[in-house]
């Protein structure tokens, strides 16, 4: 174990190398000292103040087609028992020394959709408050409204969420104004954080799209979208990589990163609420998240990833979930140890 601690390279995503090769057999170091059912990577949890929080919260109201997003919270905790400890971001195996904590599920309680948002923003606000890094595991996107109000109390924020780019992979824009009548649908998700105040949304993978929301798109200047077929054309799909990774690369000040997994391939969620085809590649999703977090001027305060539906023919769905959440913190936990690194050298 010490022998792959110390032969294995650090790569914080900030001094991120493109020399990962060879390093992925030394990776046996993904042992479990004790498997802890219920919490995240299986990993023992902390009492006191965390450096992460994995925050479950199993919000299923306004699902259209599909459903089962109320198990998928636990569904994702379930199959993260089975993702590698070991991640090139990091000179040593997850927690890599940090403390992570796998808080109890959000209880659902409310007895009307606005009653049930108001609890998930009750539920956040104690996570939110810029003493950890937060990353939620969902439930339906319609939640993400709930999440931009509990944000506002941020330090970092200020009460002010213009201050924010909300960065959003997603098959679908989810900026309907309504759907069936419903404004607190996840297919108005996008919309509603814009309600909020949120500054400026990037879209990316978006290939589910009705006219109103195009028309929209097209006339409001806060949102800038990236959809899956620009990007994965194939003509094209290299230039339109390029400039998302240059939009990422220019992001300057606080983001939130709202993770809906239909974004990606259908055929890697296939349970999620609504799975399109023509969808981001997992290798696309994993460049995204670690661009994001090799901004030095893009301060990511937290992430969620939704709409994940537990399988019965199979765990694919929840287990890239669950490999994208443990991505973001890994990419998260690196920048940390690279900030305390420079403080050590500082003092
Ligand atoms: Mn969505």
Redesign the pocket.
């Known amino acids: 174990m010490n022998n792959v601690e110390k032969t294995t390279p650090f790569h914080s995503p900030r001094a991120r190398a493109n020399d990962y090769a060879g390093q992925v057999g030394e990776a046996d170091g993904c042992v479990r000292m004790e498997m802890l059912e219920g919490n995240f990577l299986g990993l023992a949890d902390v009492d006191g103040p965390c450096d992460v929080a994995i925050l479950q919260i199993p919000y299923e109201l306004t699902t259209s087609y599909g459903e089962g997003t109320v198990d998928g919270p636990r569904a994702c905790i379930a199959a993260s028992s089975q993702v590698e400890l070991y991640d090139p971001l990091l000179p040593e195996d997850l927690p890599a020394g940090f403390r992570l904590h796998t808080a109890p599920a959000w209880d659902g309680e409310g007895d009307s959709l606005a009653e049930q948002l108001a609890n998930v923003e009750t539920y956040l606000s104690d996570y939110l408050d810029g003493s950890c890094f937060p990353v939620v595991l969902g439930g339906e ?1 319609g939640l993400l409204p709930a999440e931009m109000r509990a944000l506002r109390a941020h330090p970092d924020i200020e009460g002010d969420l213009s201050r924010v780019t909300l960065v959003q992979i ?1 098959a ?1 824009a ?1 900026l309907r104004d309504e759907m069936n009548g419903e404004r607190a649908s ?1 297919a108005c ?1 996008a919309r509603r954080a814009l309600d909020e105040g949120v500054g400026g949304i990037i879209q990316i993978g978006v290939r589910a799209i009705s006219r109103e929301e195009a028309l929209f798109l097209a006339e409001d200047g806060r949102v800038e979208c990236f959809p899956a077929r620009d990007l994965l054309s194939t003509c094209s799909g290299e230039r339109d990589w390029n400039l998302l990774q240059a939009r990422l690369a220019d992001i300057d000040g606080p983001v939130w990163l709202t993770l ?1 997994i ?1 974004g990606l391939d259908g055929g890697l969620v296939p349970n999620t609420g609504t799975p399109v085809p023509g969808g981001l590649h997992y290798w696309q999703a994993v460049e995204l998240i670690e661009a994001l977090f090799a901004n030095p001027d893009c301060r990511v305060l937290g992430a969620d990833v ?2 994940i539906v537990p399988g019965k023919e199979g765990p694919l769905t929840e287990f890239t979930a669950a490999m994208l959440a443990t991505k973001v913190i890994a990419a998260h936990l690196a920048n940390l140890l690279e900030q305390r690194e420079k403080q050590e050298v500082e003092t």
């Open positions: 996107h997603d679908h989810d996840h998700a809906d239909d939704v709409e």
